[in-house]
């Protein structure tokens, strides 16, 4: 079983509209989750950090549900420049090593 | 922005050659990483590092190793490049202790023909 799972997608959403998506995380001592951003051939960049109790970074809102391993990423209002393919990022227990998921692809429409 | 670079961005080399993979941070970072990824693909560890002299194997078996006499310095090496080395490979960093976020240089794209 892999360590991070996500929905592939690709979600393919108009300009303005809301997406939401998912991944799941098999390490139940996992203590440290991250959404990446990675645009085609380039590098993965952090786009934010998930705190339990939830965070929000502009149009971005974050969610981590420990009971049962998934964290969400929600992006409103959405931007041509929103396409791109978002990681799903955990860290192991104890551990500076990081897991990522294949990650989703969302491409938005004009 | 993370400080972190990359040399060769892109590198076409014929089979049989040793490279060298240069990765480089000025942020202090004590641990860098190495990561293999394909086109469309998921990211694969291949090597990390947490301090100097300190270098272990990743989850995805390689034929590259890597070394780190300085802090800031993690070259990877393949002595005999083969058409199936072909991918790009990402040098990362991450810093003080408790802080897991990891900061990514442009990546080297190399082609073995």
């Known amino acids: 079983r892999k360590e991070v799972e996500q929905d592939p997608g690709p979600f393919n959403v108009p300009e303005g509209a809301t997406v939401a998506f998912n991944c799941t995380y098999s390490?139940?001592?996992?203590?440290?989750f991250f959404w990446y951003r990675q645009d085609c051939r380039k590098e993965p960049k952090l786009l934010m950090s998930v705190y339990s109790s939830g965070n929000e970074d502009g149009r971005f809102t974050a969610q981590l549900n420990r009971a049962s391993q998934y964290i969400s990423l929600l992006i409103r209002d959405s931007k041509l420049s929103d396409s791109a393919t978002y990681l799903c990022v955990v860290n192991g227990a104890n551990d500076y090593k990081l897991s990522f998921g294949a990650g989703t692809t969302v491409t938005v429409r004009a | 922005e993370a400080d972190i670079y990359q040399t060769p961005r892109y590198l076409v080399i014929g089979t049989g050659k040793k490279i060298t993979l240069e990765c480089s941070q000025t942020m202090g970072h004590d641990k860098m990483y190495w990561y293999q990824q394909d086109p469309g693909m998921e990211l694969h560890l291949i090597h990390y590092s947490y301090g100097v002299n300190s270098t272990e194997k990743g989850d995805l078996s390689s034929e590259s190793t890597v070394s780190r006499i300085r802090t800031e310095h993690f070259p990877l090496t393949l002595e005999s490049a083969r058409p199936s080395h072909t991918s790009q490979y990402l040098c990362a960093s991450s810093g003080d202790r408790g802080i897991y976020e990891q900061y990514f240089g442009p990546g080297t794209r190399l082609t073995v023909t």
């Open positions: 390490n139940s001592a996992s203590q440290s």
